[in-house]
């Protein structure tokens, strides 16, 4: 036996190191700064951020280096040095402390001492640093340079001067945001960063570089001057705009919301933030929030007592067969009201109950779906396909993901009516008005066939016996099924069309074909709580869409803003306005609202209640109220509690909102989505333009439609119609002029713009604005003429 010692055995990807006389394993090729990182050494930075590519530009974290007994001639930058087995690394010692306190000496020649009308005062990293490296009086008396603000729109606000040039912005929007707006501008002295023309930022992500500047070059202008940073108190909360459920900070003053920062969250949203999340809390405090309940008297609407409002709701509830009422529900409430509400109007043998407001085809019962691949896992596939999905404005933080993914070699592919703005470049993106969406797919679908899969809908196995595909389609299959991981997207422009059972159907034996997982994108924040708790038609209910076209003497409208949170909008304001009676639980008092409402109860909006939500992973998550509730608005849950009592319905007598949960805990367990795989037979194709209906990404609900600041955003255009030249041609249109757009009983007047994003055959209008209305939904016939 050998007497001399042996060294350690170590993983083949893992090195032995030693930082302030600590010694570690760490993997080979990481950057010293990480291997501080987890060992809990501090070493400062402000270039480095983890979710950002090495820049290494700051210099602020040199620390000494030694290898094999021999020190290197200078201190080395931590973030862009990497480990090497045997190194030694010293952040405490003479030499990087000293290197550390020079650059910081430099980094403060030129910024501004304006650190009391700073809003990033009591956050800053460089004020933080500069108190533990900074030296107390400045050696330098020269004049300050003075950088020109930008104008980069209306959400970030800008003082270059303060700008260390650390460059984590520009980082951000190249490689995270994917839009290359920011850049760096001259050398040396004269180096700016900027967007060189003064242009608005224009990505769905731009307010998280706010969080990445370590100065106050860029804040938040929504904030601006509003508050300082230890006046405010920080409540954990959710993002409610979309379905993936983005963990965030409402940070509140007196109980009213002044900002929303982003909470990290590796499974979900990392340490990123959507810019509708961060900035919709403008909308809670629009002049249109219901504070009192208003019934209807003589024809007005008057306020009344809480007891009052209860009695006539009763009243109306109680005096209508129950076949006769119909509840429609915002799919961004909460669990604990859905539930109650199913429960309430169960009692009273209501079954016409249902949350999918946009949704056009019932035929197969689809809802609650959740996703087979994890969010988190998107990043790590090796081909998508993308169907009828608008990604980067439906879910911004998962068209990040599936960025990162495309970044590495990923293979994305697209069936889309539109050529959305993308980050990603398609490998093949394949255009398809609304009627011909389905022929396409099936392409795919029979490509994936040819290996001897079958479907099990009779239906969809005739439908596929008259394809015969392509080598495109092919191509896209072979990449789906050679990928060790692939995953079929099915978007909300899907979900909401005229024939989504069938693009379902045939999407989900495509994704079994190719061994792909199916991600259904839910189109609520919580469609699948919702759909776990009952809010669904039971028995011979009805679904939404059938309640409207079939109207009811009675509506319950939970939560929903008519016209603008359905599919059809003509539809919805004619059953409406034709109604007996319409009950109102809104947190908003609109116009459109009161003309309609019998009775209006204000409820609480998400922000303001205790709540639980069920993300796209299935995933629960439970928050507590972050805002005080404004005048005499209580949360649903209390609301519905109290009519309970009223109606002396069974199961209402509890006082606290745990009760509830615990009853509806088992419901919200079930992880099983539904869906009959039924299918209708398939309707004749469209002999003219049909209509290409999506949500603008910031007016897809009350509060986003009320924020001023994402209401001036570049993205939120205004109502147009967008047509393929070969479709303006044959009309004799030109761009720009106003046309007539006619479709049913509606005759509307709007501008045209004309762009090859669109394919052939389909007219592109969104939804959600007043003048699109009282158009047909998606899918629908049109005629464009001349105005």
């Not at 040039?165 to 490689?175: I, Y």
């Not at 501008?185 to 992500?205: A, C, N």
């Not at 059938?546 to 803003?561: F, V």
């Not at 005048?631 to 069974?650: D, H, I, N």
Request: glycine fraction near 8%; aromatic fraction near 6%.
């Amino acid at each position: 036996m050998s007497a001399q010692p042996t060294a350690p055995k170590i993983a083949p990807d893992l090195v032995n190191i030693e930082i302030d006389g600590i010694a570690m394993q760490v993997p080979k090729n990481s950057m010293i700064i990480a291997a501080a990182d987890k060992a809990g050494i501090v070493i400062p930075r402000f270039c480095y951020h983890e979710k950002l590519p090495i820049a290494a530009n700051c210099r602020m974290c040199m620390v000494e280096t030694e290898m094999g007994g021999k020190a290197m001639p200078k201190p080395q930058p931590a973030c862009a040095t990497p480990v090497m087995d045997g190194m030694k690394i010293f952040t405490q010692s003479q030499r990087a402390l000293s290197a550390q306190r020079n650059v910081m000496e430099f980094l403060l020649i030129n910024h501004p001492l304006d650190c009391p009308i700073c809003d990033q005062g009591g956050e800053c990293e460089l004020q933080d640093l500069a108190m533990g490296y900074g030296r107390s009086v400045s050696r330098f008396v020269e004049r300050k340079r003075v950088v020109a603000d930008e104008n980069i729109g209306p959400l970030i606000s800008t003082d270059m001067t303060r700008c260390i040039q650390c460059t984590r912005c520009v980082r951000f929007v190249s490689e995270i945001a994917g839009t290359y707006e920011l850049g760096g501008m001259g050398r040396g002295e004269h180096l700016e960063i900027g967007t060189y023309i003064g242009k608005t930022i224009e990505s769905e992500l731009s307010g998280n570089i706010i969080d990445v500047c370590p100065v106050g070059a860029l804040t938040n202008k929504v904030f601006r001057f509003k508050a300082r940073a230890w006046e405010l108190i920080a409540r954990e909360s959710i993002g409610y705009h979309d379905s993936l459920g983005s963990n965030l900070y409402l940070h509140t003053r007196r109980g009213e919301v002044l900002r929303s920062v982003p909470r990290d969250n590796e499974a979900i949203n990392e340490c990123w933030l959507s810019d509708r999340d961060r900035y919709s809390h403008q909308g809670l405090y629009a002049q249109d929030r219901a504070t009192q309940p208003l019934l209807r008297k003589n024809g007005a609407l008057v306020a009344v007592s809480w007891d009052e409002a209860l009695a006539a709701v009763a009243m109306q509830l109680t005096q209508t067969h129950a076949d006769q009422v119909g509840a429609l529900v915002h799919p961004a409430t909460s669990s604990e009201e859905g539930y109650l509400l199913a429960q309430l109007l169960g009692g009273l043998g209501v079954h016409n109950v249902d949350h999918r407001l946009r949704q056009l085809d019932f035929a197969d019962g689809a809802a609650g779906a959740t996703f087979e691949l994890p969010v988190a896992q998107v990043e790590k596939v090796n081909a998508a396909l993308l169907i009828g999905s608008h990604l980067q404005h439906e879910l911004p933080l998962l068209n990040h993901r599936l960025r990162q993914a495309w970044k590495h070699g990923a293979e994305v592919y697209a069936l889309n009516p539109v050529a959305f703005d993308s980050n990603i470049d398609f490998k093949q993106q394949t255009l398809a008005a609304p009627h011909r969406m389905l022929d396409e797919l099936l392409l795919l679908a029979k490509a994936a066939a040819e290996a001897g899969e079958k479907p099990q809908s009779q239906l969809l196995v005739d439908a596929l016996a008259a394809v015969e595909t392509t080598d495109g389609a092919r191509a896209t299959v072979k990449a789906l099924r050679d990928g060790s991981s692939s995953v079929i997207v099915f978007g909300e422009v899907a979900a909401q069309h005229a024939q989504a059972s069938w693009l379902r159907a045939a999407a989900k034996f495509l994704a079994k074909a190719t061994n792909s997982a199916f991600n259904e994108i839910a189109s609520g924040a919580n469609a699948v709580g919702l759909s776990r708790v009952g809010v669904l038609p039971q028995g011979e209910g009805l679904d939404a869409r059938t309640q409207l076209a079939k109207p009811r003497q009675t509506y319950i409208l939970y939560g929903c803003e008519p016209p603008d949170d359905f599919a059809d909008g003509a539809q919805t304001s004619f059953a409406l306005r034709n109604a007996k009676s319409v009950i109102v639980f809104s947190a908003f008092a609109s116009d459109a609202l009161k003309e309609i409402a019998s009775i209006i109860l204000p409820i609480g909006a998400l922000p303001e209640v205790d709540a639980t939500l069920v993300n796209l992973d299935g995933l629960v998550q439970t928050i507590g109220a972050g805002a005080k509730l404004p005048g005499e608005a209580r949360a649903g849950w209390r609301v519905l509690r109290a009519l309970g009592g009223v109606l002396q319905a069974p199961g209402f007598a509890f006082t606290e909102i745990a009760e509830v949960r615990q009853n509806m805990q088992p419901l919200l367990s079930a992880t099983a989505s539904v869906s009959s795989g039924h299918l209708d037979v398939q309707t004749a194709k469209s002999a003219g333009l049909t209509r290409i209906a999506t949500v603008p990404i910031y007016r897809a609900d009350a509060v986003l439609r009320r924020s001023p600041g994402l209401q001036a955003h570049p993205l939120n255009e205004s109502a147009r119609i967008v047509l393929h030249p070969e479709d303006a041609l044959a009309a004799g249109l030109a761009e720009g002029a106003k046309v007539q757009v006619s479709g049913g009983t509606a005759r509307v007047s709007l501008p045209l713009e004309i762009s090859t994003d669109v394919a052939v055959g389909g007219a592109w209008i969104e939804l959600a604005h007043a003048e699109t209305a009282t158009l047909p939904p998606n899918g629908a016939t049109l005629a464009v003429t001349r105005a």
